[in-house]
Nanobody
């Protein structure tokens, strides 16, 4: 079983920055795609950014040019550098990973518990 633990959320003023981390632990043989998703008040969960093992990235339109996702494969960890934050970025941010616990077994998607990001003056 794989656990994902997010950290780094908090309260920040508009225009400020935060860096989120997500570390995977447990029985891990391989991790393919990892990513960040968010869910604001009264909204559906949306994709923020994803990253492959090789470092290829995809960003949601609302965060392009402001957020940067990165990955440390050796540590099974991803990061989300969030700059120029706006009030509409306020949400619970969730980490997601596509993991394999043993060779020749299927991949399963794991989710973290989420970390709150609030952008307000």
């Amino acid at each position: 079983q794989v656990q994902l633990l997010e950290s780094g959320g908090g309260l920040v003023q508009p225009g400020g920055s935060l860096r989120l981390s997500c570390a995977a632990s447990g029985t891990i043989f391989n991790i393919e795609n990892m990513g960040w998703y968010r869910q604001g008040p009264g909204q559906q969960r949306e994709k923020v950014a994803t990253i492959t093992t090789g470092g290829s990235t995809v960003y949601g339109d609302s965060v392009k040019g402001r957020f940067t996702i990165s990955r440390d494969n050796a540590k099974h960890t991803i990061y989300l550098q969030m700059d120029k934050l706006k009030p509409e970025d306020t949400a619970v941010y969730y980490c997601n990973a596509d993991t394999q616990t043993a060779p020749r077994t299927r991949y399963t998607i794991s989710w973290g518990q989420g970390t709150q990001v609030t952008v307000s003056s």
